[in-house]
Nanobody, 116 residues
């Protein structure tokens, strides 16, 4: 029922910026967490940023001060603004919606490559 599609990834030099977008379709309950994950092939998926229904935001230590998560719930959009990108940020980035029941919805991911 819920479909998520990420966009905005690409190739950027160290120190550059990108904004990732996640467009949702379908019916999304009010009490959900909206999350960004990233994964490097062969390594475990990492939670990068989380936005709770009450507006509370959490970030992984590796991106604090550089990334900002935001949402336009009326438009069913989730964003991740990434500043001062580093090569270690290279990964496939996924948006995720987690319901109170624990049911999750995932996008297909968008590639971010940080390289000089």
């Amino acid at each position: 029922q819920v479909n998520l599609v990420e966009s905005g990834g690409g190739l950027v030099q160290p120190g550059g910026s990108l904004t990732l977008s996640c467009a949702a379709s379908g019916s999304i309950p009010s009490l959900v967490a909206r999350n960004w994950y990233r994964q490097v092939p062969g390594k475990q998926r990492e939670l990068v940023a989380r936005l709770f229904h009450d507006g509370t935001k959490e970030y992984s230590n590796s991106v604090k001060g550089r990334f900002t998560v935001s949402a336009d719930n009326a438009q069913k959009k989730l964003y991740l603004r990434m500043n001062n990108l580093k090569p270690e940020d290279t990964a496939v980035y996924y948006c995720n919606i987690r319901r109170l029941t624990g049911l999750e919805h995932w996008g297909q991911g968008t590639q971010v490559t940080v390289s000089s």
